[in-house]
């Protein structure tokens, strides 16, 4: 069987000169895990000799997840282990390599996610595995699970058989049920730093034979934003074209072809040239570069000199004080934001420009005087929006009081016309809180606190939770101009005769079923 063995072999080195380096180079021992936290939790737990039998492993997309899960499972299943570790050499081990091992199992969780899928699994688990020691189940994308398939699974999880490992891989480990969280092992897996990404491009390097400094390497993992497959698809293209391994090189290569000199960008924006501005980000456009890109590039430096205020890096932008930094990164922000429903890419970004050059120096005076001057701003919203709403009963004996007296005034109470706007106000954002404010009456306003009368216990505890609080808080602020806390408590409901004047003023027949009904369904709830 030897000629056997050696044509497998020669179609397996086919097979991986023609695979994406990605692929290729992925780690394939303990040792070759490239985040150093993985690498010493893995090791450990493997050295015990008491290898848990549920595993998740969760992180961002791109570093390593399913790479760890298969080096996982070479030292469970291994038929020559060294020092309890895959040895990478017998049939399970390199079976699982190349991914053809058939009691290593690899499932993607978005394809099965069903209950159906789930019901399958947890029969299947109870066979015994075919060649290996153990069954290993490696669950991707666990999180697209429904809540039925999990439930499904739990008991799986619980008590599985002596001889099955699961590990689930996450992007999203939040939105798996906590059941499932609380019985497994939780791997966390982090981005990668630039030199642990530099470290797994470098044993590509290697094994391409390509010779290349590690800084231009850490352009590819700056670029990588902490994933290793993203880098190391960027270097594969980058050695796909052909070209030389010069910093030069490289950058424009990251850049769409074009070298973007962000500190000249910053510079214009200092000396606020938005005609230059605006046509370098025009050669974005016409050299086939990303605005999207930039953007985010912008406000990647832009937080490393936020950083460098705080003492955290090195790198300053010259001219720009905290203040100028705050006010880029808010219209850069809103920019990036933008950018999903424009129609014209670069539009957001051309705005943010703009505005900073037009208006950074009026901005600045109206915060600096907000900063020195808070409480007379308020004041002067709160007198401005209660000469709006109050009624008009702060002249005694003809003869008109100070501003002070008619504030004093205002604050004693809200008027029937202020307590129609606020429910005018809420009908439409929630009607069912407008529904138990029609058995709640103001009864106290002292200018920081509105105190409601609310006649049943239950419209009171709705009243008070705290989704419906911070609607209602909402509403009395937009209407009576400045922060206002809502306190409820219990009173007496008026005599059926005022009430029924009131609901002249307020409600209709109609409304007051639309209100019985909403109140049925709150209650049904």
């Known amino acids: 069987m030897s000629w056997l063995n050696t044509a497998v072999c020669i179609y397996w080195e086919n097979i991986m000169s023609n695979t994406t380096f990605y692929l290729k180079y992925r780690g394939q021992t303990i040792d070759q895990i490239d985040i150093a936290e993985i690498r010493e939790s893995l090791s450990k737990i493997v050295h015990s000799g008491k290898i848990p039998h549920a595993f998740l492993f969760s992180g961002p997309k791109g570093i390593g997840k399913t790479s760890a899960a298969r080096i996982l499972a070479k030292a469970i299943n291994c038929e020559k282990p060294v020092k309890k570790e895959g040895c990478g050499k017998c049939d399970q081990c390199e079976s699982i390599a190349r991914g053809v091992n058939i009691d290593v199992i690899e499932l993607d969780a978005a394809s099965h996610r069903g209950i159906d899928d789930a019901r399958v699994l947890r029969d299947a688990v109870r066979l015994s595995p075919a060649k290996a020691k153990n069954k290993v189940y490696i669950i991707d994308e666990a999180h697209m699970l429904t809540a039925e398939a999990s439930n499904a699974l739990l008991k799986t999880l619980e008590e599985p058989p002596e001889h099955v490992y699961f590990i689930l891989a996450t992007t999203n480990p939040e939105k798996l049920i906590p059941t499932i969280r609380s019985r497994v092992t939780n791997i966390l897996f982090r981005k990668a730093t630039p030199e642990e990404v530099v470290r797994a491009l470098r044993r590509v390097a290697k094994g391409e034979k390509i ?245 049943y216990k239950f419209h009171k505890e709705r009243l008070e939770d705290i989704r419906n609080r911070k609607i209602l808080e909402d509403v009395v602020e937009t209407v009576m101009g400045n922060k206002i806390r809502v306190v409820c408590t219990l009173t007496e409901q008026p005599p059926k005769k005022e009430v029924v004047e009131e609901s002249k003023a307020v409600l209709t027949e109609g409304e007051d079923k639309d209100i019985i009904k909403i109140a049925e369904e709150i209650f049904g709830n």
């Open 211 to 455: 010779k290349v400094e590690d800084e231009e390497l850490g352009l590819f993992a700056e670029k990588g934003g902490g994933s290793f497959r993203d880098s190391v698809k960027l270097f594969e293209q980058y050695v796909a074209e052909g070209k030389s391994f010069k910093e030069e090189n490289v950058k424009a290569f990251l850049f769409k072809n074009k070298i973007f000199d962000l500190e000249a960008f910053f510079a214009l924006l200092l000396a606020k040239k938005s005609g230059e501005i605006i046509s370098e980000i025009e050669k974005v456009i016409a050299d086939g570069g990303s605005i999207e890109e930039l953007n985010r590039d912008l406000l990647d430096r832009l937080r490393i000199a936020l950083l460098t205020l705080a003492g955290v890096e090195d790198k300053p932008l010259t001219g720009f004080s905290k203040n100028d930094l705050l006010i880029l990164i808010n219209l850069f922000q809103k920019a990036y934001l933008d950018l999903k429903v424009t129609p014209v890419e670069q539009l957001p970004l051309e705005v943010a420009v703009i505005i900073w050059c037009g208006n950074s120096d009026e901005v600045n005076e109206t915060q600096e005087k907000e900063e020195e001057e808070p409480k007379k701003v308020e004041e002067v919203v709160v007198i401005k929006k209660m000469e709006e709403v109050v009624i008009p009963d702060i002249q005694t004996e003809g003869v008109k009081t100070n501003l002070d007296e008619k504030v004093k005034t205002a604050l004693k109470e809200v008027s029937d016309d202020v307590w129609k706007s606020i429910l005018s106000a809420v009908r439409p954002i929630n009607t069912s809180i407008e529904a138990l404010l029609r058995a709640a009456r103001p009864i106290g306003y002292d200018g920081k606190s509105l105190t409601l009368g609310v006649f």
